[in-house]
């Protein structure tokens, strides 16, 4: 089938990779001629493990093609996928300007049918909106061209992105056409086969559904994070607690682990979005609002106990930092908690020596060059001249440093893990203090 893809950015790259891989032949539109032309020269502007070499076989393949030709993207395919940017807007709601630009652009040059697929996070009522752009465009160069509009939300995990869409948990489709329905289910079939997971649903329950996915996963982490703290004033240990709660089945083990905050491109925008929708709504959503105040207080934390370790003495002190992107196997850094604790650090006149396994070029596209920013090759080459270790992303290769060496090149010898992932017993046996998120106090 014919594919046209708006935005190749995380969500369009994985989509139009994963949809060329079965068989499809793949357009993907970008308005940022960089990013294309990169991809057109056998680049890749993200990071995400496999998508290069799914990006480069589809290409070779001729199944994927990169282009800013609008037009052309919209002659393209019968399936016009919107997996544009939808940013907070000033009030936290989901700004819609760039999937209305979409929508408008499929209007002014379709030349027939067309089911316009929406995947990015939108608020309830866009397909809507989306329908009515498409038809006022249209109307002012006077076309009355049929089309559907399809919710089509995105669930992918950026780090584990390509498995998620090639192995999806569901595939919602939201559309009251039984006609629009059956051709998504045939466009899907490749990724549906072991058992049926694709979900027919009226469009705005769809679009419902992708805000109550991410409002619950963080609400886990918040609720989490909550106990965590009250684990430390109480002396009690969350990771006991957790183990204690993750036993019962109807809680289970997954998402439950208290750390330094969430960040992403999802979590907090999609929160902050949806208590804005039902703020407009005349509804005051008191959990959504605890959800992200107690996220916000959370990345704030590692930055409180690196103060007081410290007596507020942070003027001139290094210190180093494990990981920038919000989590690991990606350099998405959109929101990550590494910004607050550098922020913060710079704002207290404290330098950061700082490594991330892929997120060093993001990281200096934000900042630029700074003389209170350096960032290393390697883990250990950061701690060189620090005062202090911050762990900010659970990358694997960070789980088991060698505490003497850690130990060695830190001026205090003192450990702050904002993700819980070192052995604190490990680390006070080569002498260093282990500082972590709501665990019993170690040396
Ligand atoms: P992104 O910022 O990585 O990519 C968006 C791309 O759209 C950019 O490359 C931008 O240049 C391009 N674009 C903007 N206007 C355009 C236009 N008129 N025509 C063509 N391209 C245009 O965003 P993303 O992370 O891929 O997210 C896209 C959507 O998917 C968002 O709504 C997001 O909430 C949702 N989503 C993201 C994830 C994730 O993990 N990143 C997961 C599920 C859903």
Not at 77 to 91: K, N, R, S, Y
Request: glycine residues 8%; negative net charge; hydrophobic residues 40%.
């Amino acid at each position: 089938m014919d594919v046209t893809i708006f935005g190749s950015g995380y969500v369009g790259l994985v989509t139009g990779a994963c949809l060329a891989e079965v068989g499809n032949t793949v357009l993907c539109i970008d308005i940022d001629p960089a990013k294309i032309d990169l991809l057109n020269s056998g680049g890749v502007p993200i990071y995400e493990p496999g998508l290069d070499e799914l990006i480069k076989s589809n290409r070779e393949a001729g199944r994927l093609r990169f282009s800013t030709d609008a037009e052309a993207g919209v002659r393209h395919g019968l399936f016009q996928f919107i997996a544009v940017g939808t940013p907070p807007d000033e009030d936290g709601s989901a700004d819609l300007q760039y999937v209305l630009a979409v929508a408008r652009t499929i209007g002014e040059h379709m030349d027939g049918y067309r089911i316009l697929v929406d995947k990015s996070t939108v608020p309830v009522g866009t397909a809507d909106k989306v329908a009515a752009a498409v038809r006022e465009t249209q109307a002012a160069r006077g076309a009355t061209v049929e089309f559907d509009v399809v919710s089509n939300p995105e669930f992918l995990k950026e780090g584990a992105a390509i498995e998620d869409f090639m192995r999806p948990d569901r595939i919602i489709v939201g559309t009251d056409n039984p006609r629009t329905a059956e051709l998504l289910r045939a466009l899907y079939a490749p990724f549906n086969r072991s058992h049926d997971r694709l979900m027919v649903m009226d469009i705005r329950s769809a679009e419902l559904t992708k805000y109550a996915a991410n409002a619950m996963l963080a609400t886990k982490i918040s609720f989490m994070n909550e106990l965590s703290n009250i684990a430390e004033a109480v002396g009690a240990d969350i990771d006991k607690v957790r183990v204690g709660i993750g036993s019962d089945p109807r809680i289970g083990y997954q998402f439950i682990y208290p750390g330094c905050g969430y960040g992403g491109s999802c979590f907090p925008k999609d929160v902050r979005a949806l208590e804005q929708t039902a703020r407009s709504l005349g509804y005051d959503p008191q959990l959504l609002h605890a959800v992200e105040a107690v996220n916000f207080r959370q990345k704030e934390l590692l930055f409180k106990k690196i103060n007081d370790y410290f007596a507020g003495d942070l003027k001139g002190r290094t210190i180093a930092l494990w990981g920038l992107s919000f989590k690991p196997n990606t350099d998405d850094m959109r929101e990550a908690s590494s910004r607050v604790l550098m922020e913060s650090l710079w704002a207290a006149g404290a330098s950061v020596r700082a490594f991330d396994p892929v997120a060093a070029d993001e990281t200096r596209r934000i900042y630029g060059e700074r003389a209170d920013l350096t960032l290393a090759a390697d883990a250990m080459s950061a701690l060189d001249g620090a005062d202090a270790l911050a762990i900010l992303t659970e990358w694997a290769q960070f789980r088991s440093p060698n505490f003497a060496t850690v130990h060695g090149k830190l001026k205090t010898p003192v450990i702050f893990d904002g993700r819980n992932i070192l052995d604190g017993r490990l680390a006070n046996a080569a002498g260093l203090t282990y500082v972590s998120i709501g665990r019993l106090p170690l040396r």
